[in-house]
């Protein structure tokens, strides 16, 4: 008797993570695309109703304009985005071996304009970082996404996960009680989605604006009554690796258009 | 400002076409306040029209309730080739143009 019920707690032992994680296997992953209703559905298809294109618009303009005081500008190193960027932002966040941590591509170009065009960074969610970042992720659109290859990213999903996992706030909800366990059902009037990044830099009708996938974590954050973390601070930067890691396979929509 | 504008190459004399329009522009309504209880002051797009070969074939009047980054389309009779002009025009001085072409045949 003994011996059976110490096999089953054996089991229950074995198979308690994937079931506690309650994590979505990959072929029942959906972007929040498959959520919307048939409207948003068409404003983002179209690229001449997408609001989102004005900012890639905006982002090819700055592409190629000369900037900082080493007077380059990004196409002097690059080239045509659509060649060199091609797939770059479906494997961000990325680890960066100067400072030996993962960095989103809003980090990147902002690493960039200080390292190679000596210019000053640009202010998280400003116009113009929002649409760089924008116009590179628009190159990966229908790239599937790879994020987190590197091994040296483990300990920094590892952490993205465990802060995915955590409850936080005045309404003790962790991101994966919504996103894992009650995806499908209706939060107030909106559809619960799981949370997938797929179209960031994104443009949210809420917002009237595109927005990064740090302004939508820190939304989610203060709605669950947390204090939410700073922009490009390190538990964002892995809560984002994270959920590239979980979104594997789906493909980049930049811009998406989101309610 | 970039704007997107979409209206067909080609059509055929007499066919009804559609043209979109969406151009970037905050809209801020005036009825805002900052954290510090100032009043964001009214910046929107309060005109638009739309030419077509010099003559004005739309126009629109915009006001605060209207949402950022305005989409407007409407419809109109592909009589000539020739071009398109739009231009928006709003608070503080304010004017942006874009324009497309046509071939009718």
Redesign the interface.
Known sequence: MIFWRAIAAATLFATAPALLAGEIPPDARRSGYAFMGPDTRAMQDD???N?G???V??GE?LWGKKTGSANKACADCHGDARSSMKGVAAHYPAFDKASGRPVTLDQRVNLCRANHQQATPLPYESRDLLALSAFVAHQSRGVAITAADDPELKPFIEQGRDLFMQREGQLNLACTNCHDDNFDKRLAGAPITQGQPTGYPLYR?EW??LGSLERRLRSCMSGVRAQAYDYGSPELVALELYLMSRARGLPMETPAVRP | M?????VPAKAKRGDVIEI?T???H??ETGFRHTAAGDVVPRDIITSFTCRYNGAEIFRADLFPAI???P?LSFFTVAKESGKFEFEWIGDNGYSSTASASITVE
């Open positions: 690229d001449t109703t609001p294109m004005l900012f618009l905006d303009a009708l009237q604006t | 970039a704007a997107l504008i979409n979109r969406l151009t970037s905050i809209m949402a950022a980054n989409y």
